[in-house]
């Protein structure tokens, strides 16, 4: 049947996205192929899209398969259906390929798709549309976060020059890239925060909760390192007040722990180098680490009661031990 052969054919051009969103997500964080912040939000999100469109169509198989396939009238919706979700499925490319939307317009469509909940759709036109008034609402924005991008760069330079000029860092340069555009997402987080404290009376926002060192060194040797940076990322993502602020913070967290513990690899010798890290974020985002002895001894203990509170025991609500990338293996696998 027609739509068998439809949706088979979908099933594997989302297997093949898929596949491929991920070796890019996994080269990012094995620090192989870096990507930008706002390209790995956008590969994050291209990932969930693409399972969701797998698990439906799936479903939408083994329907079909279970079901009276003679009935001309089903066929022609699934063959509706089919049809609407290509036009949205290549939405991306069309957009990206578009000869009449200038760069900007197209960088501000995608964002805007990023934005929009699963289950609402815009055509091309629509979207293209919504991204020009969007950019005429927001005509220094742009230049003010390219200024400020630079800003940041040429402190990052100067630090390095101070604190690293006789080190050997060589297999951590490419960090020199990922931490200026780190720092500035989260520079802008806090300002969107800010300015949302400002505009509403019920929001209190005192700047973000410092973080302890020891958390990021015993991150995978100790459960209470592992819950308090859990706790502390949580904390600064009820600070947020948007699903975009949260999407981001998500997203800022994973960069700045990837920074982290790079860094913190290096021993001793990236001591100097973490420091010229720390002032940057520390002065762009007011950021700022535990120091007082006191202060890192009573916190510890907090951690150690409330860890004993805690049930380790339970798991994640859609806990499964063969994840899809497993079956997706062992089929693999199976097949060769």
């Known amino acids: 049947m027609k739509a068998i052969i439809a949706l088979e054919a979908l099933i594997k051009e989302d297997e093949e996205q898929l596949k491929l969103a991920k070796k890019k997500l996994a080269d990012h964080e094995s620090g192989e192929n870096p990507l930008t912040a706002f390209m790995k939000i956008s590969t994050e999100n ?3 899209k693409a399972q969701k469109r797998l698990e439906q169509s799936k479903a939408m198989l ?18 509706d259906e089919l049809q609407r979700r290509k036009y949205f499925h290549l939405q ?5 390929h578009n000869k009449i939307a200038s760069n900007d317009e197209k960088i501000e469509a995608m964002m805007i798709l990023d934005e929009l909940p699963s289950d609402i759709e815009f055509e091309d036109s629509k979207i293209l549309s919504i991204a020009k008034e969007s950019l005429k609402l927001n005509l220094s924005s742009q230049d003010t976060i390219d200024k400020k991008l630079q800003e940041i760069r040429k402190d990052f330079e100067g630090l390095l020059k101070q604190y690293t000029k006789d080190m050997d860092i060589k297999d951590i340069e ?14 802008v987080l806090k300002t969107n925060i800010e300015q ?10 005192n700047g973000f909760p410092k973080y302890e060192d020891w958390w990021i060194d015993e991150l ?11 706790k502390w990322k949580e904390i600064i993502y009820n600070q947020c007040q948007t699903d975009l602020q949260k999407q981001s913070w998500r997203s800022i967290f994973n960069a700045w722990l990837f920074i982290k513990k790079a860094i913190n690899a290096k021993g001793k010798l990236g001591f100097k180098y973490n420091l010229a890290f720390d002032e940057l974020i520390s002065k762009y985002t007011s950021l700022e680490e535990e120091l007082d002895e006191n202060n890192l001894t009573s916190m510890e203990n907090i951690i150690k009661k409330i860890t004993i509170k805690e049930d380790f025991t339970k798991l994640d609500k859609d806990h499964n031990v063969v994840t899809e990338y497993l079956q997706f293996k062992k089929e693999m696998l199976t097949s060769s």
């Open 220 to 230: 995978w040797s100790s459960h209470q390192a592992y819950y308090a940076l859990y």
């Open 46 to 48: 291209s990932i969930e």
């Open 174 to 187: 490419l960090l020199n890239i990922k931490i200026p555009i780190t720092v500035l997402h989260f520079w």
């Open 62 to 79: 083994a329907d079909l398969m279970s079901q009276d396939l003679q009935e001309l009238e089903e066929e022609e919706r699934l063959k």
């Open 92 to 96: 991306r490319f069309r957009i990206k």
């Open 196 to 205: 949302n404290a400002q505009e509403n009376d019920d929001i209190n926002f």
